[in-house]
């Protein structure tokens, strides 16, 4: 398989300016399943965005709904300023990428690449041009006559994404478009995706359940769940600073610690069962609990001013390659905490007394 | 026969291992009952075809003969055309509804699909009489068009008539491989194409049409092969320019000796062949519609006024047509006259107690037959399905193609290979084997053997090996694992084989109409045909018509439920 073609002869699709789309108001229910709730969400122009989740979260049926295959009770989907809301699917140029590919398989590479074209219709020699650059720019070239049925997942993702191209859509959207690949292609295509929206300048989104995939692609990304968007923001923003306990929990490992805020003014102090209270800036929000990663935590060494300090004993060691990862018991919880791993060191064993230490810049305090 | 298969079910021997005594006896009892009773009489039909009557030397000349007469060259090309016909009008029925009920929200779609079986039920020379009532050049529909347009459509003159019940009767074949194809196909096809910009009907053409030519070859190559080798049909409407009626009528009007007979059953055959040969062909690398992953059927789109109005009306005639020949015939079997006049006269029970007086003998006869069919098919069925699948004996897969191969032969063609293959063989006390009521039976089998093997095969093929490992595993003999495993989860498909072969060979004809030597003998079917001869017969004909499709329809039913049953209880993927 080999990589995209970056020096395209024929002349380079997708001239157009890249677009934005707003999303506004959106709710959408199948009987008493209420599926979107009260979406919104503005992705700008040249945006690579992810829309990520669990499963039944809502986010297919969201691109869905762009792509015009769902129908929402209320609410406006505008690309580029234009209401395309009540628009049927084949009058939006919006180019979906399936997940299951949906390659037809009566017809070749190059006619599948040609349909959409066809269905405009666009002047035959056009049309042969078009199809040309699409193949030329994913580099299929030399598979424009096979069958889909003779061609490799990631080659017939490929031809997918070549058959969205070719329109030149104002807006990609990409449904899961790695879930059908094996490990190792994912990583690769993964960046020839974002090196192909990159070099197009084309608004996107990508559907993924997988946060990797997310961090890893996109510039920005809704997390959603439930039918509601939980927060929108940077991969890095999410990480550091979850708006709650779902973003908190599915954006890598976190260390959740229920409680209530107590006491006034200077006296302010989080206060969790089993805990010794645990005195807070006034400015910090009224919050349910607090968060830390489990590489911010340290074990038996309170260095530095501010830190947390919780006391308890090791229940259980996992090597995980890079880090060993102890899970540490206190009170009644069980705490993770991550130490790089280096050669020749030693780790502590099981049932060793020992005290967890969080920088208190290091917390994130949860309102939700 | 039985008692040469049943070692079959007991003696199942290891996968993986090399074969065993017991494999080998099992496989070479099979194979001898298909070379005894499929291999050998269609040998014999090919052979007398090709030899100079009396010497035995390799001619030609019989062939020559078939092309030089032109009552069998007009014979031929009226069934290729009377073949086509009812594909295309078959085409013509089929289409609307299953667009109808695949691609739109349309109420009563289920009704449509379970009304479209009903032509199935009922034997098409059984249907063919009552169509001659309600459409017949005196028939209702005609009269009443005469009195009140001063005009009559020939539906039922001549060839039109047998394109015209065959097509009402075999559109389901069409209809249920396209429905099940048109189901088959990913939504993500359809909407991947509306993304791209095309919908409506360029979208039907383009896309979804063709994702759909393998099942609707399939069921057209069926109806075009049904057709061809329908005898009962065409006699019944007195057509006998056709090649399966010529066979008849030369065997047993001139009798067994005369080679035309023959030189007409290797056309069908090979007429069988080559129809089947060109759908294969066609349907080539084009077996795509249920290898998509995910997704589900196609969208369903809402109807509009008109074209709501428009559907309702189609399916409304579609359905008044399939329903005319089970309607015509209940009126005729309540009937005490019924001519000239768009009703019956009057109405009595007489031809019910008639029938259930002194033809019980065709019932009773036919009950005897069709189940003893339906055992011998399951029990070969199993066996060869158990070879094919579970060992590794060489040749095994000649078993299984030996068996299907007798979807390429007509009924009469088998009939008259039985004729002459068993008649010279006689019993002790001197009766031929051909005249003997078993020979029915077993023609029945080995014409119903395909159908019933697919059954067992699928049911076979559901069960993953897994499951017997996992048995073994936990200290199962491999005896009680087919015992307390495989038996149970195959039930339900050996039923369902057992209820289909049953059911069809109740009502068979064609190989019957020759093999039947006396009345004593005749199943339901046979007497029939009969009764319908004489107008005096056509009361008692059309109740023991009535007999049929409702035994036929219980079995159907029943069927339907025991598959039902049998994948709610699977309802895993293997």
Known sequence: MTGPNSTAAAPPLLAATPVDISISGVNLSYGSNHVLKDVNLEIRPGEFFAFLGPSGCGKTTLLRLIAGFNEAQSGEVRVGGRDIARLPPWKRDVGMVFQSYALWPHMSVARNVAFGLEERPLPRAEIARRVEAALDLLGLSHLADRRPSQLSGGQQQRVALARTLAIEPKVLLLDEPLSNLDAKMRVQVRRELRDLQQRLRLTAIFVTHDQEEANTICDRIAVMNDGVIQQVGEPMELYERPANRFVAGFLGTANIIDGRMGGQGTDRRFEAQGLAPIPVPTTAPEATGLMFRPQDAMLDDPSGPDVLTLPGRIAQREFLGGTIRYVVSCSGREVLVDRPFQSAMTALPVDTPTSIHVPRDRIVWLTA | MTAVALPALPAPRRRRLPTTPGQLALAAAIAVFLLAFLVLPVATVVYVAFTEKGTGAFTLVNFLDFARTDLFVRSFWNSVYVSGMSVVWASVLALPLATLTTRFEFRGAAVVQTLGFLPLIMPPFVGAVAMQLFFGRNGSVNLLLDDWFGFKIPFMEGLNGVIFVQSVHYFPFILINLVAALRNID???????????????????????????????????????????????????????????????????????????????????????????????????????????????????????????????????????????????????????????????????????????????????????????????????????????????????????????????????????????FYGVTLPDGTPLAALW???????????????????????????????????????????????????????????????????????????????????????????????QSPAGRGAGAALGVIAVLIVAASTLLSNMLAERNSANQGRKT
């Open chain 2, 187 to 421: 939504s993500a096809m359809e909407e991947a194409a509306q993304n791209l910009g095309s919908s409506g009907f360029r979208l039907f053409r383009r896309i979804v049409f063709p994702l759909a030519m393998p099942g609707y070859l399939a069921g057209a190559s069926l109806v075009f092969v049904k057709v061809f080798d329908d005898l009962a049909t065409p006699l019944l409407l007195n057509v006998k320019d056709m090649l399966a009626p010529q066979a008849y009528l030369r065997v047993t009007s001139i009798g067994i000796a005369d080679p035309m007979g023959y030189v007409i059953s290797v056309v069908l055959i090979v007429a069988s062949v080559f129809a089947m040969w060109l759908s294969a062909l066609a349907l080539r690398g084009r077996d795509y519609a249920t290898t998509q992953r995910g997704g589900g059927g196609l969208a369903r789109r809402k109807l509009k006024g008109w074209e709501k109005i428009a559907a309702y009306g189609a399916v409304g005639l579609i359905l008044a047509l399939v329903l005319a020949p089970h309607l015509g015939l209940l009126l005729l079997s309540f009937a005490t006259i019924w001519s000239f006049s768009p009703l019956p006269d009057a109405y009595t029970i007489a031809h019910y107690s008639r029938v259930f007086g002194e033809s019980s003998l065709y019932i009773k006869n036919t009950l005897i037959y069709a189940t003893l069919a339906g055992l011998i098919d399951v029990v070969l069925g199993v066996a060869i399905a158990y070879l094919v699948l579970r060992t590794k004996l060489v040749g095994r897969q000649w078993l299984d193609w030996a068996a299907t191969a007798a979807l390429a032969i007509p009924g009469v063609v088998l009939g008259i290979g039985y004729l002459r293959a």
């Open chain 2, 438 to 532: 078993i020979t029915v039976v077993l023609a029945l089998a080995i014409r119903r053997l395909p159908y019933a093997l697919r059954a067992c095969m699928a049911a076979m093929q559901q069960i993953s090996v897994s499951l017997e490992e996992a048995a073994e595993n936990l200290g199962a003999t491999k005896a009680r694992t087919v015992r307390r495993i495989v038996v149970p989860l195959m039930t339900g498909g050996i039923l369902a084989g057992f209820v289909t072969s049953f059911a069809t060979a109740a009502v068979e004809l064609s190989a019957t109409l020759m093999l039947v030597q006396s009345n004593s003998d005749a199943p339901l079917a046979y007497g029939l045909y009969v009764f319908m």
